[in-house]
């Protein structure tokens, strides 16, 4: 069993950022694969980004590559979602996932936050 909490979300104007973090409980923590996705109103919730278990490995949606940076400090338990250059495209609740292996798929991450909104005025 993993309990996750998310934090960090907020307000911020375009262009400026935000650095998420997510605490996991538990002592097999860097054996997860973690993933970040977001859902805004109305949409479907999708896939951010995800970081393995052990390796580190990272992968992007293409809507955030080169702005959003995923990292994971297996000693604090915690994952982070380092966000910079935000949009108001970018407005959405904010979830951390945990999973055997790493996906980008929501289907395969057995635990779920409890989501923290950030929001992008223009």
């Known amino acids: 069993q993993v309990q996750l909490v998310e934090s960090g979300g907020g307000l911020v104007q375009a262009g400026g950022s935000l650095r998420l973090s997510c605490a996991a409980s538990g002592r097999t923590f860097s054996r997860y694969g973690m993933g970040w996705f977001r859902q805004a109103p109305g949409k479907e919730r999708e896939f951010v980004a995800r970081?393995?278990?052990?390796?580190?490995?990272?992968t992007y949606a293409d809507s955030v590559k080169g702005r959003f940076t995923i990292s994971r400090d297996n000693t604090k338990n915690t994952v982070y979602l380092q966000m910079d250059s935000l949009k108001p495209d970018d407005t959405a609740v904010y979830y951390c996932?945990?999973?055997?292996?790493?996906?980008?798929?929501?289907?395969?991450?057995?635990?779920w936050g409890q989501g923290t909104q950030v929001t992008v005025s223009s």
């Open positions: 996932a945990a999973a055997p292996r790493s996906s980008s798929s929501a289907a395969a991450y057995d635990y």
């Open positions: 970081i393995s278990g052990s390796s580190g490995i990272t």
